[in-house]
């Protein structure tokens, strides 16, 4: 593919009213609803495409290769496939998909000129002002509003031989060198990223063994959710405290040294994936505008997307909140429904109601106040609960494993929030989500017809255990 096929225009100096830094979802959402206002908006990425890495790099080649894999996993076990898969087919069909998004995004672009999109890296050169230096020039660009979306990248660990490791970049870019299904893989880190590559490729047939420095997994989901996780996660091992010291080239393999109950032990695999977190971006001259960074290095904003800057919105994983694709094209539109109010606050986002999965074999799901968030906070609560063992569909393809458990408040019964585990988890915490920001009830969820056979009638199920 010709990346870009939108023709990028030299255009010299610019005014416009809102400069978007960044096309992914937290900024083409934004810019297209400014550009439908009659908002003269320019917006600038130096991947020269819509989509950011959740596209090109993230969600979507990911999730691609775990779909296929479902399939496959469902077939053999249902169908008695014989398999195996040829991993070189999914990543084929993995870069179909990106490419098939691309060419929509190039679409949207067609559909709002209002929008001039400028292929190039970005500098701030201060409030209201930047430089986008790209393949046709050098352009600066005034605009008297900023919506920064330049999101995050991986974060590499400083332990000798980490260029030895591979990153979900290595995995899932578009357009990277196509790999060999490993036989044997080792996975660095405890976080959503580490066990969903690890759960990916042992479901294809990869023996996997996953190193956590610490003594736990996925640090800020609900410890009782992530113990729920950890049993059902059969299909690799997982070891805990066990800091990696170095990797090493052994024969064409990799050699893992690391820490253990005190002693130096070593694992060997043909191949290392580190998944150790991310890092934000920030754009180049950030300085300059003023802009305030929490402890972390993320922007700080208020409720409303808004910077410690007047005119300056921050949204998407750059200020770190919700770093997830969904929230960050909610944010942008709350971003740019303020911008078009005069920097008044006439909208803001929900961070209650995010639902967020990990996309496993099985997959968690969960959003707003689960157990342990209730318990911090002293909060009461009511809780319901429904094995998936029940489930039709979940006894259609023979995945029985899990529960929704909903939690809710006394007296009212209002939903506070919820999780899933197990068939469907990413599709039923959308609509749990839902009733969490509508602050629906527990009747209410128990008084609508859900579709039959799906997954969904556990919501409608569990709710109805309290009435």
């Not at 870069?95 to 929008?115: K, M, N, S, T």
Request: hydrophobic share 40%; glycine share 10%.
């Amino acid at each position: 593919m010709n990346q870009c096929e939108i023709p990028l225009v030299r255009t010299g100096d610019m005014d416009a009213d809102v400069l978007v830094v960044g096309a992914g979802g937290a900024g083409y959402p934004a810019a297209f609803r400014l550009a439908e206002s009659g908002r003269r908006v320019v917006m600038a990425d130096p991947k020269g495409e819509l989509g950011g890495n959740c596209l090109y790099s993230g969600c979507i080649p990911s999730k691609t290769l775990r779909e296929l894999c479902q399939i496959s996993i469902r077939a053999r076990r249902l169908l008695s496939w014989p398999g195996p898969v040829d991993f070189a087919d999914l990543q084929r069909q993995r870069d179909a998909v990106q490419q098939i998004r691309f060419g929509q995004h190039q679409e949207e672009l067609r559909e709002h000129p209002g929008v001039t999109f400028l292929k190039g890296s970005v500098e701030l050169l201060g409030k209201g002002r930047a430089r986008i230096q790209g393949p046709e020039g050098i352009t600066e660009v005034s605009a008297p509003g900023m919506i920064l979306g330049t999101g995050t990248r991986v974060r590499r660990p400083d332990f000798p031989g980490a260029e030895l490791c591979l990153t979900s970049d290595d995995l899932f870019s578009f357009g990277a060198p196509r790999i060999e299904l490993p036989s044997e893989l080792a996975v660095v880190g405890g976080g959503y990223i580490a066990l969903e590559v690890a759960s990916l490729f042992s479901a294809l047939g990869s023996k996997v063994r996953v190193l956590v420095r610490s003594d736990t997994l996925l640090r800020n989901v609900d410890p009782e959710l992530v113990s729920l996780l950890h049993g059902a996660l059969h299909d690799f091992s997982i070891e805990f405290q066990a800091p990696v010291e170095r990797v090493e080239s052994a024969g064409g393999r990799r050699r893992v040294v690391y820490h253990s109950r005190g002693q130096e032990r070593t694992v060997e695999a043909d191949a290392v994936v580190i998944a150790a977190g991310r890092e934000p971006v920030l754009p180049q001259g950030w300085k300059r505008t003023g802009i305030a960074l929490d402890p972390r290095g993320f922007v700080v904003t208020d409720e409303g997307l808004m910077t410690s800057v007047s005119g300056i919105y921050a949204v998407g994983d750059v200020n770190g909140r919700a770093p997830y694709f969904h929230a960050a094209v909610r944010e942008s539109l709350v971003a740019a429904h303020n911008l078009m109010a005069g920097n008044r606050r006439i909208d803001v986002m929900d961070y209650g109601s995010v639902p967020v999965t990990i996309f496993t074999f099985p997959s968690l799901a969960y959003v707003g106040i689960t157990a342990s968030v209730a318990r911090r906070q002293g909060i009461p609560t009511v809780v319901a609960r429904a094995a998936l063992s029940e489930d039709s569909r979940a006894q259609m393809v023979q995945e029985r494993e899990g529960e929704v458990r909903l939690f809710f408040q006394p007296g009212s019964l209002r939903l506070l929030g919820g999780w899933v585990i197990g068939i469907s988890a990413s599709e039923l915490i959308n609509e749990i989500g839902l009733a969490v920001s509508s602050g629906l009830t527990a009747r209410d969820l128990a008084e609508f017809a859900d579709q039959h056979p799906t997954t969904n009638e556990a919501i409608s199920k569990t709710a109805r255990t309290l009435l």
